[in-house]
């Protein structure tokens, strides 16, 4: 960031649309982020999990990302995901993105080879900070270990925040255990930015003294979402909270990349959103049917989508 | 492969030589395979799990197996790793691979998403094979479900062995689980060559109708793993099988990449062979010396290594 003031709010993992022949769809891209922006997201996450961002490759998420800068959108309100297996891969996302003027790189340890030492994860992030050699950049670390499989621990951060006190700017933490959550909040307090991983402990988590969340859902429901970050101090912040939690759990039910891209076929009338890079699969018709009774039962509706 | 006849026999999933800003060091590294070929490896298993290919971008590997082609090494003898979790990253090393004239690519599944289906990945490895669009692809799947997480199930072989009998030209089973190996074998037979993922079970492995063995110490034990191979049907097969074993097993007490390049480190008098790319971590002190005490106790050595 250039302001001094990080990056917060509510962070949308932007699904990726693709054409018949898995390229991606870069317009219907665009237009699906700036829906985004305009109906409550406070940045965008492009390039997480839900993004299906580890099946497109570097160049891929280049060309995205520039198309994004191209088509108006500010970098300043970016957080694209820049962490691959391979460490010059990393680098070169990172440079790329930094220099675009990104707020920050959402940054997944290298995650092929498990069981990582701390010290391991440490010197490959430390070796992307010194290669960028760019004081602009500002990561936040992804943990994500019911996928990446290896995470992020507290000692890890401590490390970090220790040798790079400004490029460690924070975490998303999709661990889905609160007392991980937590324990971050409590050992690094101002210095580091919590985002939870989903929106059921949004709460919890900016009570706790986070800054937001960065969630799959925010890609349909951004506007409540965003409603109850701006309002968590409210006397009615319990409400909103028990009100966007009815709504991800009854996605989350389903397979979260398909049920995404599902929606906004579903809701935008068009069909082509559903596509998926392997080894994703599509819901089946009678998930579909399940999951737009669902929404509908919700007076779920997405204006204007992708207009 | 062009000449109908398919590789077999040893190959080592060839370690990967840095410089010290972590650049691959070619010239170390087309020594290092001329030597495995001259000692014993009947092919090279080039950007396997051990090779640290997955801390390697596409680039990286396509410039180091243009230079073994070009530094003279015969690409019927190679059967580079090409499988990346993004489809077109998987697409463009499998490319590149078989206009270069390789035996076979040894193919990861897609395995950033976990828990994938055997029909999303039927479609990984279909797209690839379609959009690769070249008759001589030969497939090696490869099964190393500690590492990677997503493996290769019967299933799965039976789909594509069905689909592309051409192409799905057989498996390196590294799941260390001999049973999966035996079930392999007696599911498929003559239409698919299973190549042990170590030598612990070559000789079981040649009993039961494999074709031989691609292991990590074939980079430094090549010449009696080879003589195990050649001699699997002789009355010494059992003897020469318990000596490979001892050889193993002495080396895999230690982390196995670590382990690898310090031997070759300590034998070449090349010091600079134990560069690691994070997050990979070198042996300690003690580890090192309790490595080169198993190695010296059974009278090893690397006669003009890397020369």
């Not at 010059?88 to 707020?103: F, I």
């Not at 890609?219 to 912040?237: C, R, T, V, Y």
């Not at 737009?292 to 204007?304: C, D, Q, S, T, V």
Request: net charge negative.
């Amino acid at each position: 960031m250039n302001t001094g003031k990080r990056i917060e709010g509510v962070l949308a993992p932007v699904i990726t649309p693709f054409n018949a022949d898995m390229s991606p769809n870069v317009e219907k891209y665009v237009a699906h982020c700036k829906w985004l922006l305009a109906n409550g997201c406070d940045g965008l996450a492009v390039f997480g999990t839900n993004s299906e961002a580890n099946s497109l490759s570097v160049e891929e998420r280049m060309m995205l990302l520039e198309a994004l800068v191209d088509g108006g959108i500010d970098p300043a309100v970016l957080m694209p995901g820049t962490g691959c297996c391979a460490l010059t891969d990393t680098v070169k996302l990172t440079s790329h993105a930094v220099k675009l003027g990104v707020a920050g790189a959402m940054m997944l340890p290298p995650f092929y080879y498990k069981n990582p030492s701390d010290e391991g994860l440490f010197r490959s992030y430390a070796e992307v900070i010194e290669k960028v050699g760019d004081d602009r950049l500002r990561i936040y670390l992804y943990h994500i270990p019911p996928v990446a499989q290896v995470g992020i621990s507290l000692n890890l951060i401590e490390m970090l925040l220790k040798a790079y006190p400004k490029q460690t700017a924070g975490i998303k933490d999709s661990s889905g255990d609160w007392n991980n959550t937590d324990a971050m909040l409590k050992a690094f307090k101002e210095d580091f930015d919590v985002f939870a991983g989903n929106e059921l402990i949004l709460l919890a988590n900016m009570r706790g003294g986070g800054v937001g969340c960065i969630t799959a859902t925010g890609n349909i429901n951004p506007g409540p979402i965003h409603h109850l970050w701006e309002n968590w101090k409210s006397d009615e912040a319990d409400s909103l909270q028990a009100s966007v939690t009815d709504f991800r759990k009854a996605v989350q039910q389903f397979p979260m990349i398909p049920a995404l891209k599902t929606t906004v076929a579903h809701f935008s009338g068009d069909p082509a959103w559903k596509t998926l890079r392997p080894p994703l699969m599509g819901l089946s018709a009678e998930q579909e049917a399940a999951l737009i009774a669902e929404l509908e039962k919700r007076g779920f509706n997405m204006p204007a989508l992708a207009a």
